[in-house]
């Protein structure tokens, strides 16, 4: 129930227009005053700033966010799903490096162990074309800076090296810039590498031109003796490979097997936590020849003072241990130094001991003695008189100077040289002169002309022996003496270790074994030997060689070296200019054993074309011969027989 109040209400008070309001404490204004001013229209209440709702706005952030998320999922799915394997392979390209690790060289001495070829520590210069792109040094010259800072260390072209750094092939990630440098021209290019990296990291303008550019471990072939014995050794081309003489032939053996390196790199430098795999290089074997590296320096020294001196072509000597059959030495002149082929005369590389054939002359004459004493057709005290002038088919033949008719014995024949006498010798070969061509030729093949010596040496000729079928009119009565007939200054030097030896050939050698990597030596295979003539025929042809030098009326006195004695034989050959094709010239030769009655040593020289002083074998070729024998003699300690020669006749009276 409500309880009812009997008080009136308030009334509610209506407000009546409003009053002025009178100044001066509520006087009316006065004559003159300023009227009050009319109360204005009311001000509106101000308004309230409401926000809008956030909700829309954060519903288009969110949905952005989640398209580029999608985005994001959608890339991630393909890079490691989709295309997994192929951003692998193309991060492993641009990661891993792989490098050859070049085997190591073998090296080759003589035969007391003297280095006469030997590799030293080298690196070849190379570069990744892509890391000198602007996409990687963020720079449009980057080739052309690189090459301004290697040029001078190098020693190369800076254009050339540019081209060689912005290659056309875009992918090309391998060029090599210089090869066989030696360590100091690295440690110079690695010292810029490190100094502009180092720049790089304080200055944001510097880049390092030079992150793209590496080096390969190599090795360098150098030859101490520098011409010595070049042309036996040969040379290593820039390839690494032999390109000339022993490198090249015996390559397989001293190249070894290279290895490889892979590795991760990044800027140019190795990461050493990301690992690596290496399969070792396999070093090549040594090789020991057969040369001793003191009789090779007397030899070369003799011939090329005698060449210079007579304003020769060229010479050649050989050295030869008549019991094995091994070089001592095999020297040329003019050489070359194989470490130097920039320097080198193109026309004497090689070995021209082994490449030039030419014709023997006199030195030859040795192997018609030998098929007539072997035949039993005459002996070294046989009588033959012989005329200044014999005629044989449409020619006239004659010896080196013009003489009255001489009375000879067979070793006198010999001795003096005789042409004449020597024709006359081997006609009694058959009972034609067909037949004694055959007979002839049959020694001159078990002598080892017009074959290859057995040595296996590149480019070395067999010289030229026709088959005596061919032989023409001259020829059958040239041969004997050593004309018509070609060999090589080794062929002519064996002929005479062969009889030496007793009548057995033994074939030529130059290597007397290999050292591998484990350091076993393995000798050489044994030569072939081969009987040639009987040890009687052998031991009388060392007699009557003995006659050349010792005896007053031979050709070869200035071979002879005192407590010696000597077998020798001079020759004077018409020469046939490999230029012309036409006899040109002479050559001079001398060949000959010591001591004759227990050999030991052949040594044969031979001298082309010369143009200054004589050109007679023994008197140019002579003096070589005695001043290599009687060193040869002394380093192998050689001592004197004592025995007294045999002294064979020379002439005879009617």
């Known amino acids: 129930m409500t309880e009812v109040s009997d008080r009136e209400p308030p009334r509610r008070r209506v407000p009546g227009p409003a009053r002025p309001v009178r100044s001066g404490g509520g006087r009316r204004p006065g004559p003159g005053a300023r009227p009050a001013r009319r109360p204005g229209p009311p001000r509106p209440a101000p308004r309230a700033f409401r926000l ?63 280095a006469l070829a030997t590799t030293v520590d080298s690196y070849d210069i190379t570069a990744d074309p892509t890391m000198f792109t602007r996409e990687q040094l963020k720079v449009d010259d980057g080739p052309e800076q690189a090459a301004a800072l290697l040029a001078p260390i190098l020693g190369q072209d800076q254009e050339q090296l540019a081209k060689v750094l912005r290659p056309n092939n875009r992918e090309l990630r391998y060029v090599r810039l210089a090869r066989r440098q030696t360590p100091q021209v690295w440690n110079q290019i690695k010292d810029l590498k490190t100094a502009l990296t180092a720049k790089a990291e304080t200055d944001r303008a510097t880049v390092n031109v030079l992150a793209g ?16 014995a070049a042309g036996i050794l040969g ?31 990044s800027g140019g430098r190795q990461v050493p936590t990301a690992g690596s795999t290496e399969t070792p290089a396999v070093p090549g074997s040594d090789v020991e020849l057969t040369i001793d590296r003191d009789i090779q320096w007397a030899a070369q020294h003799a011939i090329s003072e005698q060449v210079e001196k007579s304003k020769a072509d060229g010479g050649y ?82 010896d080196d100077i013009d003489h009255p008719t001489w009375y000879l014995t067979l070793n006198g024949v010999l001795a003096k040289s005789s042409n004449i006498g020597t024709i006359m ?69 064996s002929i005479y270790s062969t009889v030496a030896n007793g009548g057995v050939r033994i074939e030529p050698t130059l290597v007397r074994g290999t050292k591998g990597a484990d350091g076993r030596f393995t000798p050489a295979p044994e030569p072939k030997k ?78 082309q074309n010369a143009t200054e002083g004589s050109y007679f074998g023994g008197q140019i070729c002579g003096p070589i011969y005695k001043q290599v024998m009687e060193f040869a003699l002394k380093t192998l300690q050689v001592p004197p027989t004592g025995a007294a020669p045999a002294r064979l006749p020379v002439t005879f009276k009617p």
């Open 213 to 228: 550019v590496f080096a390969d471990p190599s090795s360098k072939r150098v030859y101490p003796g520098g011409d010595l």
């Open 52 to 114: 809008g709702s956030p909700r829309p706005r954060l519903r288009m952030i969110g949905l952005a966010l989640t398209l580029v998320l999608a985005a994001f999922v959608v890339r991630l799915l393909q890079v490691q799903a989709v295309d997994a394997g192929t951003y692998s392979a193309k991060a492993e390209q641009n990661r891993y490096v792989v490098h050859t690790l070049p085997a190591e060289r073998g090296g080759i001495t003589d035969r007391n162990g003297v």
């Open 317 to 398: 000597v050989i050295v030869q241990d008549t019991t094995t059959g091994e070089i001592l030495a095999m020297a040329n002149s003019p050489g070359f130094d194989p470490g130097d082929l920039a320097h080198a005369d193109p026309a004497a590389l090689g070995n021209a001991a082994l490449q030039d054939a030419f014709e023997p002359g006199s030195t030859a004459k040795v192997l018609s003695m030998a098929a007539v004493l072997e035949e039993n057709v005459a002996t070294p005290g046989t009588h033959i008189t012989v005329p200044n002038r014999l005629k044989r088919g449409d020619r006239l033949f004659k």
């Open 425 to 493: 010798a081997t006609g009694e070969l058959g009972k034609t002169q067909a037949e004694a061509n055959k007979v002839l030729y049959s020694y001159l093949r078990k002598f080892g002309l017009g074959g290859y010596s057995g040595l296996g040496f590149p480019g070395e000729t067999k010289g030229i022996l026709a088959p005596p079928d061919q032989w023409s009119t001259s020829q059958q009565y040239t041969i004997p003496f050593g004309q018509g007939v070609s060999v090589n200054a080794l062929q002519a030097a």
């Open 235 to 265: 040379w290593v081309g820039a390839d690494g490979k032999g390109g000339g003489g022993l490198e090249r032939k015996l390559d397989t053996t001293l190249a070894g097997e290279d290895g490889k390196i892979r590795y991760a790199q």
């Open 530 to 607: 081969t009987r040639v003539t009987s040890e009687k025929t052998a031991k009388t042809l060392s007699q009557m060689l003995e006659s050349v030098v010792d005896d007053e009326e031979g050709t070869g006195t200035k071979a002879r070296i005192p407590g010696y004695r000597v077998a020798g034989k001079t020759g004077t050959a018409n020469r046939v200019d490999p230029a012309t094709g036409k006899y040109h010239g002479y050559t001079s030769s001398f060949a000959g054993f010591a001591p004759a009655d227990k050999p030991r040593v052949t040594v044969y020289c031979a001298i």
